[in-house]
């Protein structure tokens, strides 16, 4: 097996295994790295957006957000974090919109009906 250090889709798990280690300064440059490689990695970006959003980050987190929707506007899992980081914000308007598209693109379970719940409680 030949070893492809810019290979994006590998880099992107591992970016992501970094975040969930709580790595951030790693995951980040990791990330960076697969979008680098692979420009329109849009789970890359959803990827890096997070940990931005982790950090506080929440303005670079929803340019990056939307990044990943805008390569891929089905994507509902960005849908539903960019719901999240507006919600962040206190940005309701879009949150609500980024929600409904969400659930719009059949994202469902437990953890969207708890997003749901705290979104759609907000008042306006």
């Not at 962040?88 to 308007?93: A, C, H, I, T, W």
Request: proline fraction near 6%; hydrophobic fraction near 35%; aromatic fraction near 8%.
């Amino acid at each position: 097996m030949v070893y492809n250090p810019d290979h994006s889709p590998t880099l992107t798990l591992l970016g992501n295994n970094l975040k969930r280690l709580g790595k951030t300064k790693d995951a980040e440059k990791i990330l960076r790295s697969a979008i680098r490689a692979w420009p329109l990695n849009f789970q890359a970006y959803d990827s890096l957006a997070q940990v931005q959003a982790t950090q506080g980050k929440h303005e670079e987190a929803i340019q990056l957000f939307n990044h990943a929707v805008q390569i891929n506007p089905n994507y509902g899992p960005g849908h539903l974090n960019l719901a999240m980081a507006y919600h962040s914000l206190n940005q309701e308007q879009k949150s609500r919109y980024h929600l409904n598209r969400a659930l719009a693109l059949g994202l469902q379970g437990p953890v969207v009906d708890q997003i749901k719940s705290m979104i759609f409680k907000t008042p306006e």
